[in-house]
């Protein structure tokens, strides 16, 4: 059982930056694959990026590709995003995932993970 809770989101005008954090708890966090997900207004839980257990692998949706970084420390049981040149329609409730499968890494799919944190809300002004 892996329990998650985020941290780190706010009210940044476009272009800028914030990172954000995600403690897990439970002794198996390091075996599990992480990830990040945001889910705006009245759209889909859509994926944002993920990380293979050791952190080797990284892997992002187009639409932060570039923007976005995925890391993680497995000592303290961390996993961050830090985003930059925030755009307006990167505006959602950003969650953080774990699962306890390798494929999840490549699915991103919403499905694939089996843990998630309560979302912490990211507001772009334009």
Do not use: H
């Not at 639409?63 to 985003?83: C, E, H, P």
């Not at 930059?84 to 490549?106: P, Q, R």
Request: hydrophobic share 35%.
């Amino acid at each position: 059982q892996v329990q998650l809770v985020e941290t780190g989101g706010g009210l940044v005008q476009s272009g800028g930056s914030l990172r954000l954090s995600c403690a897990g708890s439970g002794r198996t966090f390091s075996s599990n694959v992480m990830g990040w997900f945001r889910q705006a207004p009245g759209k889909e839980r859509d994926f944002v990026a993920a990380i293979s257990r050791s952190g080797g692998s990284t892997y992002y949706a187009d639409s932060v590709k570039g923007r976005f970084t995925i890391s993680r420390d497995n000592a303290k049981n961390m996993v961050y995003l830090q985003m930059s040149n925030l755009k307006a329609e990167d505006t959602a409730v950003y969650y953080c995932a774990a699962s306890d499968y390798g494929s999840a890494v490549v699915s991103r799919s919403v499905g694939a993970f089996d843990y998630w944190g309560q979302g912490t809300q990211v507001t772009v002004s334009s």
